[in-house]
Nanobody
Framework: VQLQASGGGLVQAGGSLRLSCAAS??????MGWFRQAPGKEREFVAA????????SYAGTMKGRFTIPKINAKNTVYLQMDSLKPEDTAVYYC???????????????WGQGTLVTVSS
């Protein structure tokens, strides 16, 4: 499986970005988004399980971040609204055989895309 994340960039606080993750190779059950800010551990952002379109979000991002339930199984998106400077990080997509909030449960990772939110 190869994952290619894109869509990052510089945005002002309160703005929006949509990240994309294109996957190629074998099929997968779940896709997750994680982020890592400088000097911090990688943290869970959101995940979607394609079998039932169920989703899961980190508490601090729920209501601001959404994984659109678009039936494009080789691409997953992350819609980020009302962005805050503390959302600045490298965002990674990853695939897994089950939906999880734990990075080690994910088998394949994209290269990451940088999101910078200015105040």
């Amino acid at each position: 499986v190869q994952l290619q994340a894109s869509g990052g960039g510089l945005v002002q606080a309160g703005g929006s970005l949509r990240l994309s993750c294109a996957a190629s190779g074998r099929t997968y059950t779940a896709m997750g988004w994680f982020r890592q800010a400088p000097g911090k551990e990688r943290e869970f952002v959101a995940a979607i399980n394609w079998s039932g379109f169920s989703t899961s979000y980190a508490g601090t991002m729920k209501g601001r971040f959404t994984i659109p339930k678009i039936n494009a199984k080789n691409t997953v998106y992350l819609q980020m609204d009302s962005l805050k400077p503390e959302d600045t990080a490298v965002y990674y997509c990853a695939s897994s055989s089950r939906m999880s909030r734990v990075p080690s449960d994910y088998d394949y990772w994209g290269q990451g895309t940088l999101v910078t939110v200015s105040s």
